[in-house]
Nanobody, 127 residues
């Protein structure tokens, strides 16, 4: 069982930056592929970024590529999402997700591939 707690959301002006953190419980964090998703009002939850258990492989949605960076610190049981050059369309609730991985280089892109989810953190970008 893994429990995930996101933090770091808030209100920021367009062009600004935020760093989200997701702290995971348990002693096997390094065995989990991690992902960030977001959900805006009235829209389905969408993929943002993913990182493999080892941290060696990452993937990004086209809409955030070049602006967002996902990383992890397995010693701290934490995954991060650095968000730069924020746009109003990035406004959403951001969720962290975890999935047990038997291939340390694999990452997951779909919501139904993840077993564990955090409660979400609100990110609001004003124009």
């Amino acid at each position: 069982q893994v429990q995930l707690v996101e933090s770091g959301g808030g209100l920021v002006q367009a062009g600004g930056s935020l760093r989200l953190s997701c702290a995971a419980s348990g002693r096997t964090f390094s065995s989990y592929g991690m992902g960030w998703f977001r959900q805006a009002p009235g829209k389905p939850r969408e993929f943002v970024a993913a990182i493999s258990a080892s941290g060696s492989n990452t993937a990004y949605a086209n809409s955030v590529k070049g602006r967002f960076t996902i990383s992890r610190d397995n010693a701290k049981n934490t995954v991060y999402l650095q968000m730069n050059s924020l746009k109003p369309e990035d406004t959403a609730v951001y969720y962290c997700a975890a999935q047990r991985s038997y291939n340390s280089g694999s990452y997951y892109l779909k919501t139904n591939e993840y077993s564990y989810w955090g409660q979400g953190t609100q990110v609001t970008v004003s124009s």
